[in-house]
């Protein structure tokens, strides 16, 4: 007290925004699962065996169709959905806790 107030105490509705301490982490996350397949094929063009001799599989039965080897994932992530209600629960998560604080420091003045 008397050194320009920085041993005074501010709490209650006029203190402002918590502009310090301790943030709110809250996990984040969203679950779920999908399922894709990924395959291999050989492009046309001349395949070379070197040790014929060793070969074991059939050359016919290699796959060379390259036109339709990935498939894609069906339902994606709605990214922006995701971030606004992470957005959300941080502000009510920090509007908590300054509601804690401030009522804690309401206490403590008592």
Known sequence: ????????????????????????????????????????????????????????LDLASLNRDTSNLNETVNRTPDLQKLLGDQSRLMAAATAAGEAVARDIGTYADK
């Open 1 to 56: 007290m008397g050194n320009g107030g920085a041993n005074e105490r501010r709490t209650g509705p006029s203190s402002g925004k918590n502009t310090g301490g301790i943030s709110p982490m809250l996990p984040q996350s969203e679950g779920g699962s999908e399922r894709g397949t990924t395959r291999s094929g050989v492009s046309d063009g001349t395949i070379t065996l070197t040790n014929g001799a060793s070969q074991t």
